[in-house]
């Protein structure tokens, strides 16, 4: 999110979102930001989009509020998202209170199909201890981190582990702040599950990040397409066709009417997408 000032321009985060959870309004602003992002997911769904996650952030405040969950479910169930696609992001600073009230809502929310991820890891002072405690799924590295000044023998050293540990966590690592090849070869090197930064893409509009989902979509069925056995081919073919004669108006026309996304359990890629675009 970011504040179109009439005087100041664009301003960051940063710039008031410290403001907004002194006086409570992040609380609004968290919950206005979720149902914008499930009505984008929705909206990718219903055109036939392999939709990716959306990570969004979760102030300290909802954890002491006793109907969190039920709101949360509420808005993602409202737009029929699978909860998988919403990751919760949580910054460190939020668990110095309460920690037995946040690992039971954090393991509620798992068990419904929600992900948590750490956010700005290696930013303060208890992110061992809050690793340790807290059932995370992902855990992301703070851009400081992994600068070109830290990054030294000792540097990479912190890395390299931080990495492997999370990994025997069964956690995945995403590395924030990545702004030249040399770092993004080099944490790939330590294991790094993903990066991000501006050395692939600054933050975009919704438009432009679409075009950027539909290119990255239709590169996706290609390479599964390619890498397909023999057998695998046929059996989407033999799906899309059998589904073809099933369904009044055609395939394309009922996925566009239905308005559900079928996934691949394993894969995570959509067999009839393929299965359309292999016959078209």
């Known amino acids: ?20 959870e002194r006086i409570g309004f992040i609380v609004r602003l968290d919950e206005y930001i979720w149902e914008s992002t499930c009505k984008l997911i929705r909206s990718w769904i219903d055109k036939g989009y392999q939709p990716v996650p959306i990570s969004v952030n979760v102030s300290r405040i909802h954890f002491s509020e006793n109907n969190f969950e039920e709101k949360l479910t509420a808005i993602t169930n409202k737009y029929h998202i699978p909860h998988h696609l919403i990751e919760l992001e949580i910054t460190e600073s939020a668990y ?9 809502v954090m393991k509620n929310l798992q068990r419904k199909g929600f992900f948590f991820s750490m956010d700005d890891f290696g930013s303060g002072y208890s992110s061992l201890g809050t690793l340790r405690l ?10 400081s981190f992994i600068s070109d000044e830290i ?35 080099m944490l790939k090197a330590m294991g790094c599950d993903i990066v991000q930064g501006f050395y692939y893409a600054k933050p975009m509009p919704e438009h432009e990040f679409l075009d950027l989902l539909k290119e990255t979509n239709q590169t996706e069925i290609i390479e599964k397409y390619k890498n397909s056995k023999e057998e695998e081919k046929k059996g989407f073919i033999e799906q899309f066709n059998s589904l073809e004669k099933a369904t009044p108006g055609g ?14 359990s394993k894969n995570n890629v959509n067999p009839l997408r393929l299965a359309i675009f292999i016959n078209s």
């Open 251 to 264: 395939i394309k026309d009922y996925l566009k009417r239905a308005k559900i996304l079928l996934e691949d």
């Open 1 to 20: 999110v970011r504040w179109k000032h009439p005087q100041e321009g664009i301003l960051p985060p940063s710039i008031f979102i410290p403001l907004f």
């Open 151 to 185: 990054l030294d023998n000792r540097g990479k050293i912190v890395a390299r582990n931080t990495v492997n540990m999370a990994h025997e966590l069964d956690m995945h690592i995403i590395a924030e702040g990545v702004e030249t090849k040399e770092q993004s070869d």
């Open 134 to 143: 807290l059932p995370f799924n992902i855990v992301k590295l703070d851009r």
């Open 96 to 104: 110095y209170e309460n920690e037995k009230e946040i690992i039971n």
